[in-house]
């Protein structure tokens, strides 16, 4: 650690303390969302899946369920990988967000720390 050359003797922990009890604790906190149905609610805008659904709804429509299904399922497949893939990615970035967290250079008691920002 740095050694504190400006003899400033910063917060003591009993201030701090004090400070965390009347002002609350300087963190951001984020609003948990439903991934699930984020990412369902993304999907239904995908310009693939949408033309797909049209297909589909257009040759039942026709009355050739046969041809009718192999959109369908295809919309299937691609909310499936789509939907796994988004949770991969929320799962690594939720990971990675951990790793990176920065630390910031404070004086308590006369002596430089490092804590989490």
């Known amino acids: 650690m740095d050694v504190n050359n400006f003899d400033v003797q910063g917060l003591s922990k ?61 919309i299937v497949l691609v909310a499936g990988i789509s939907l796994y893939q988004d949770s ?4 690594a970035f939720e990971k990675l967000k951990d790793y990176s967290q920065p630390k910031c250079k404070v004086i308590r008691d006369g002596k430089v720390i490092e804590i989490k920002s």
């Open 14 to 74: 009993g201030a701090v303390e004090k400070s965390r009890l009347k002002n609350g604790a300087n963190s951001l906190s984020f609003r948990k969302s439903n991934g699930f149905f984020d990412a369902l609610k993304g999907l239904t805008k995908e310009p693939m899946v949408i033309l797909l659904l049209v297909t589909s709804c257009i040759y039942f429509a026709s009355e050739q369920p046969g041809d009718g299904v192999f959109p369908a399922l295809a």
């Open 88 to 91: 991969r990615s929320r799962n």
